[in-house]
Every structure is written in structure tokens, then in C-alpha cells.
């Protein structure tokens, strides 16, 4: 699918006026999507277009036997409640919930209808599910994260010359209430490579651009929408800075990020597609575990190592999947 029939078709879904949708044609399926980043950024862009192209390869085609009502929260916690609200009252057959906020809203909304999730961390601890085996109730799905994640992350940041000794790990604690349990692996790493390790909590513009003043470490960001959506002030702080930094997502590297190591969250998206498709064909949520990553991506901007001064290993390049010259 091509940038432009994307962008049209967002235009189309978000123009539609909410009473118009409320009703479905008869015979067609009913799908909500809740997504926490912009609908019409790059990540938003790329998410919709592999989604629809994954349904359609199943069967489910929008507006032909599936209605799609999508909703985006653009990183704005009181909207996605908001839309998640909107989606519950449109009475959807099963609903996709992007992201961690996504999830936490719908299902305070929608308790009894099948939900599958994706882009989630640690969806146990959180309480989304019982066990990824035996998820129970009617929530199942993708996480983004795997415990080896965090320590490939650190591990990144000392095959950076010249060395780095010291990393502050960066993340709000209001939007990552995972963040201890990446925490701890970073700091077992941390250990094992003879580098320290320093919690940095950001929760606003300030805080963010105070990470600029601090030249004696490296940083590396955590997962969560925050981070995300304030991606740009992250950017420059650590740019002006001039120190190296590790990101979660392709997109801060796209965007002038050092590097990154992230799960391929088009990938989650075919999957999600093929949960969607059994739910709607009658498997029941609680049938189907909840699935850890398979598939990894690392990223490395070398036009931004070299304006840094910095020296990226021959052996980290090797196995880049993206170098951006």
C-alpha cells in the first residue's frame, strides 16, 4: 500500500463523523482499533497499512465484511480514555488495542468483549492477563519485550568508542510501570560489563531538557508512549549533549538517533491480524497464549555517529539490520 492511498484512507476513517458509525451495515464484522501514537505519523502509517494488508490476506476486508473503527490517542492519556469510551458504546465484536494505555482504558470499558493487544510490556505484571499460556478472561495477545532486550540495549552502548562507563536510563514512571523490570536487567548487565548504571526519571518538557546538561554519561531510553511522543525533545537533548544514546525504536533512529534494538511492530500487527481472524471465527481469547517477540531489528545511524565524533565497532555494524549512512 502505497504513502498516499495510507494517508487517504486515515483521512476517510478519522472524517467520518462518530454517529455516522455507530451502526454497522448488516453482515459486517465490527472492529475497534485504539492505537496510543498519531494515526498519521510514519508509526501510525506503517502499523495501519500492514494491519489491513494482513486482514485482507484473511479475509476480512474493510468495508466489504469488516467495519473498522479506528481512534488514535496521539499520546494524550485523557484522549485514548476518552476514545476508548467512544469504542465501547460502537458495541465492536472484538476490539485492538495498541500500546499499554490503550489496553488499561478499554478494558475498564469493554470487560466482556474480546480484546487482542499489541506493543505491550510485561501484560502479566500489569495484571492484563494471568499467564502467557493461559491468558484467561478475554484478553490475549503480542508483547514488545523480552528480558535479553534490556541487556542487548547496555551491551550496544560499550561497542561505542570512545567508552562509555557510564549510562543514565531514562523513562517516566507514570507511563512505564514496567520499567523496573527492565530496570533490573540493565543493572545485572550493567554489572557484568563494568559500566554504572543511574535511573533518570523525565515526566515534562523540563525534565527532558535538563538531560542535556549531563555530558558524562550515555543514555538509554526505555519503552513507553512518553518517550515516544516527546521523541523529538529526546533527540536534541541527547544531541546537544553529545553523548551516545540507545532507543527502543527504529524511529528515533530514522529521526537522528544514535541506534536502537527494537521488536518489529509490523510484525506484531500480521499477528495481531491472524488472533483477529480465529476470535471472529469463534476461538475464544482465553484459547489463544499471549506471544513473546520473535522478531528483532537493530538500527545504527552512522551520519549521526560521525557528528557525535563517535566510532561505532565493525562487529555491532555487521549485524545491523538498518545503517543509515
Known amino acids: 500500500?502505497?504513502?498516499?492511498?495510507?494517508?487517504?484512507?486515515?483521512?476517510?476513517?478519522?472524517?467520518?463523523?462518530?454517529?455516522?458509525?455507530?451502526?454497522?451495515?448488516?453482515?459486517?464484522?465490527?472492529?475497534?482499533?485504539?492505537?496510543?501514537?498519531?494515526?498519521?505519523?510514519?508509526?501510525?502509517?506503517?502499523?495501519?497499512?500492514?494491519?489491513?494488508?494482513?486482514?485482507?490476506?484473511?479475509?476480512?476486508?474493510?468495508?466489504?465484511?469488516?467495519?473498522?473503527?479506528?481512534?488514535?490517542?496521539?499520546?494524550?492519556?485523557?484522549?485514548?480514555?476518552?476514545?476508548?469510551?467512544?469504542?465501547?458504546?460502537?458495541?465492536?465484536?472484538?476490539?485492538?488495542?495498541?500500546?499499554?494505555?490503550?489496553?488499561?482504558?478499554?478494558?475498564?470499558?469493554?470487560?466482556?468483549?474480546?480484546?487482542?493487544?499489541?506493543?505491550?510490556?510485561?501484560?502479566?505484571?500489569?495484571?492484563?492477563?494471568?499467564?502467557?499460556?493461559?491468558?484467561?478472561?478475554?484478553?490475549?495477545?503480542?508483547?514488545?519485550?523480552?528480558?535479553?532486550?534490556?541487556?542487548?540495549?547496555?551491551?550496544?552502548?560499550?561497542?561505542?568508542?570512545p567508552k562509555v562507563s557510564r549510562v543514565r536510563v531514562v523513562y517516566n514512571p507514570a507511563t512505564a510501570p514496567f520499567a523496573g523490570l527492565m530496570l533490573h536487567t540493565i543493572e545485572d548487565a550493567g554489572r557484568a560489563l563494568g559500566v554504572a548504571v543511574e535511573a533518570v526519571t523525565v515526566t515534562d518538557v523540563a525534565s527532558i531538557a535538563a538531560l542535556a546538561g549531563r555530558t558524562d554519561s550515555a543514555l538509554l531510553v526505555l519503552p513507553d508512549f512518553f518517550t515516544l511522543a516527546n521523541r523529538a525533545r529526546l533527540l536534541a537533548a541527547a544531541n546537544e549533549a553529545r553523548v551516545p544514546a540507545v532507543y527502543w525504536s527504529r524511529t528515533f533512529v530514522e529521526e537522528g538517533g544514535l541506534m536502537s534494538y527494537s521488536t518489529d511492530s509490523a510484525e506484531q500487527m500480521r499477528q495481531a491480524a491472524a488472533y483477529i481472524d480465529r476470535i471472529l471465527k469463534g476461538t475464544k481469547p482465553a484459547d489463544l497464549p499471549v506471544q513473546n517477540p520473535t522478531k528483532f531489528e537493530l538500527a545504527v545511524n552512522l551520519k549521526t555517529a560521525r557528528a557525535l565524533g563517535l566510532t561505532i565497532s565493525s562487529s555491532l555494524l555487521a549485524i545491523a539490520d538498518t545503517v543509515v549512512e
Not at 495484571?127 to 503480542?142: H, K
Open 1 to 161: 500500500m502505497k504513502r498516499r492511498d495510507v494517508l487517504a484512507l486515515l483521512g476517510t476513517a478519522f472524517a467520518i463523523p462518530f454517529a455516522a458509525r455507530a451502526q454497522s451495515p448488516a453482515g459486517l464484522r465490527r472492529l475497534g482499533v485504539l492505537t496510543v501514537t498519531a494515526a498519521d505519523d510514519a508509526i501510525g502509517q506503517t502499523r495501519t497499512a500492514v494491519l489491513l494488508e494482513a486482514l485482507a490476506a484473511r479475509g476480512w476486508k474493510e468495508q466489504d465484511n469488516l467495519q473498522i473503527d479506528w481512534r488514535s490517542g496521539r499520546g494524550d492519556r485523557a484522549l485514548i480514555a476518552r476514545l476508548a469510551g467512544e469504542l465501547a458504546a460502537l458495541n465492536p465484536d472484538i476490539l485492538l488495542a495498541i500500546g499499554t494505555p490503550s489496553v488499561e482504558e478499554l478494558r475498564k470499558r469493554a470487560a466482556s468483549t474480546p480484546m487482542v493487544f499489541a506493543v505491550v510490556t510485561d501484560p502479566v505484571g500489569q495484571g492484563f492477563v494471568e499467564s502467557l499460556a493461559r491468558p484467561g478472561g478475554n484478553i490475549t495477545g503480542f508483547t514488545d519485550f523480552d528480558g535479553p532486550m534490556a541487556g542487548k540495549w547496555l551491551e550496544m552502548l560499550t561497542q561505542v568508542s
